[in-house]
């Protein structure tokens, strides 16, 4: 399933995971807190590019605030590993300039994305992990957090029902990795994506979410990508960058290059998730091959809206 949508830039697109609980499975008090979110992310984000702000730091300020919203797998509403633990993952790109920044394993950070923008502004790496993560996260000044303000008894929940079954759990059945894609007034286009990774994961896992070009993309002469979903198979066929090639090389359009990834080319290796991602002239899609997505979107022609089945 998918949504096409064009407008006049500016133009932001937020997801907050896609899974296969479906919305019927929602109560209605439920749906409307998933809504509630998304919306209050869309309002206080898309002024920011109203306003004349660069895509970078939009995509940046939604995603700060999908973090701060426990009811998304990312940030406060990060899931627990193995070790009870919370092991956060983030990328952001600019694809004015072709540079990225992402921290992978993170721990008690409370805004892995803003972590990952400074790394973006360095020249010297742009992947960072695990205590080295934290230790230029501080040294950043970053803000980090207790293990109390990340935990949840939905989520200890989750984690001791996985562990009974001996298995790592899928984060977005009903809560999600989270991302944005933005294009700003200057036509500049920009991706940045934030997950907890999956319940009850082990040694130290890391999906495609702050992988350049498997769950985070961008690049003006094609499109911004933010994945969502089972991150092997998004790693296994560089997902994000898939849709871009497709643009670039295949002649294909945002829609069909964004479809064909997503039902297409995952489904064959397990992918089960979908897709946002806008170009700089203004086409947008959101995609999906799981039975929802929790997405949203505003523009200069597209009034603020959110959905999810």
């Not at 932001?12 to 896609?18: N, R, S």
């Not at 700003?184 to 934030?194: E, K, R, V």
């Not at 990774?197 to 702050?210: A, E, V």
């Amino acid at each position: 399933m998918h949504d096409f949508f064009e407008s006049k830039a500016p133009l932001l697109l937020i997801h907050g995971g896609a899974g296969d609980l479906r919305p019927e499975d929602l109560s209605p008090e439920q749906a409307k807190a998933y809504t509630e979110a998304l919306g209050r992310v869309l309002e206080g984000s898309f002024p920011l590019l109203a306003k004349g702000g660069k895509a970078v730091d939009a995509v940046a300020e939604a995603v700060r605030r999908l973090e701060d919203e426990p009811l998304f797998n990312a940030g406060r509403g990060a899931v627990f590993t193995a070790e009870e633990k919370h092991e956060m993952d983030a990328a952001i790109m600019c694809g004015r300039s072709g540079q990225a920044g992402a921290i992978a394993g993170a721990r008690n950070l409370k805004n892995p994305v803003l972590c990952a923008q400074s790394v973006l502004a360095e020249r010297d790496f742009v992947l960072l992990a695990g205590a080295g993560a934290e230790a230029y996260a501080r040294a950043k000044g970053h803000v980090f957090e207790s293990d109390a303000y990340f935990r949840t008894e939905e989520r200890y929940q989750q984690l001791l029902k996985a562990k009974e079954e001996d298995r790592m759990a899928l984060d977005h059945h009903r809560f999600g990795t989270v991302g944005a894609v933005a294009i700003d007034l200057m036509g500049n286009c920009a991706a940045a994506t934030s997950t907890g990774g999956l319940t009850n994961k082990r040694y130290g896992r890391i999906g495609d979410s702050p992988v350049i070009g498997a769950g985070t993309y961008a690049d003006n002469a094609s499109c911004a990508v933010s994945c969502t979903g089972y991150g092997e198979p998004f790693l296994l066929r560089n997902a994000a960058y898939q849709v871009s090639a497709r643009m670039r090389f295949g002649g294909a359009s945002l829609r069909e290059a964004a479809v064909d990834t997503v039902e297409g080319d995952l489904p064959e290796f397990g992918g089960d998730g979908g897709l946002i991602a806008l170009t700089p002239g203004g086409q947008a899609v959101l995609c999906f091959n799981s039975a929802m997505l929790y997405r949203g979107w505003a523009g200069a022609e597209l009034p603020a809206g959110c959905a999810i089945g």
